[in-house]
């Protein structure tokens, strides 16, 4: 099994910037993809960006060039800096962690963070 640990997020004025952690632990090795969701109230969850440990990514439209994701992957530790945040960027944040075995792009979904709050105020 996989357990994901998040931490960060919060209230943040529009323009400002947050970092989103998720930390990994039990059965880890078998992971070699993370990444990043959201869920906005009424709406579906949706891929925020992913990364693997091969070094390909993947964004969402909407953020990119504002977010960036990164991962150490030695410890199975995944981030997201968000910069030039938005209110619609508000949500809560969801932290997810797949066994891909090199296939890429798909989904990265086997597991899932708690999720945390991100909300901006315009």
């Known amino acids: 099994q996989v357990q994901l640990v998040q931490s960060g997020g919060g209230l943040v004025q529009a323009g400002g910037s947050l970092r989103l952690s998720c930390a990994a632990s039990g059965s880890i090795f078998s992971i070699d993809a993370m990444g990043w969701h959201r869920q906005a109230p009424g709406k579906e969850r949706e891929l925020v960006a992913a990364i693997n440990v091969y070094g390909d990514s993947k964004y969402a439209g909407s953020v990119k060039g504002r977010f960036t994701i990164s991962m150490d992957r030695g410890k199975k530790t995944v981030y997201l800096q968000m910069n030039s945040l938005k209110p619609e960027d508000t949500a809560v944040y969801y932290c997810?962690?797949?066994?891909?075995?090199?296939?890429?792009?798909?989904?990265?979904?086997?597991?899932w963070g708690q999720g945390t709050q991100v909300t901006v105020s315009s």
């Open positions: 997810s962690a797949a066994q891909t075995r090199g296939i890429w792009p798909r989904p990265v979904s086997d597991y």
